[in-house]
């Protein structure tokens, strides 16, 4: 079992970066793969990117070329960057965690099992 915590969230200008961080315990970190997903209010939960085990990334066209998911297996810890904010990239990000990745199914909620709290992050126009 794994527990994730989010952190780095706040509020910036558009156009700024953020760095968001998950720290997860446990001693089996390598063999996870990890997403970061995105809720707006009154919205649904969306897909933002992916790493899986092997570093292979995985992105939702929206943030392609903006934002990059890393992982430092030493580290216990998965970031997610981002540039280039704009106020649509508003919303609570939370970071999830599989040790069943699926390169085809890596966007869908149900392919995690574990999530963080979420941490806001709010781009102000």
């Known amino acids: 079992q794994v527990q994730l915590v989010e952190s780095g969230g706040g509020l910036v200008q558009a156009g700024g970066s953020l760095r968001l961080s998950c720290a997860a315990s446990g001693r089996t970190f390598s063999r996870y793969a990890f997403g970061w997903f995105r809720q707006a209010p009154g919205k649904e939960r969306d897909f933002v990117a992916a790493i899986s085990w092997s570093g292979t990334t995985y992105y939702a066209d929206s943030v392609k070329g903006r934002f990059t998911i890393s992982r430092d297996n030493p580290k216990n810890t998965v970031s997610l960057q981002m540039n280039n904010l704009k106020p649509d990239d508003t919303a609570v990000y939370y970071c999830?965690?599989?040790?069943?990745?699926?390169?085809?199914?890596?966007?869908?909620?149900?392919?995690?099992?574990?999530w963080g709290q979420g941490t806001q992050v709010t781009v102000s126009s």
């Open positions: 999830a965690a599989t040790i069943q990745f699926s390169s085809i199914y890596y966007n869908r909620i149900s392919t995690y099992n574990y």
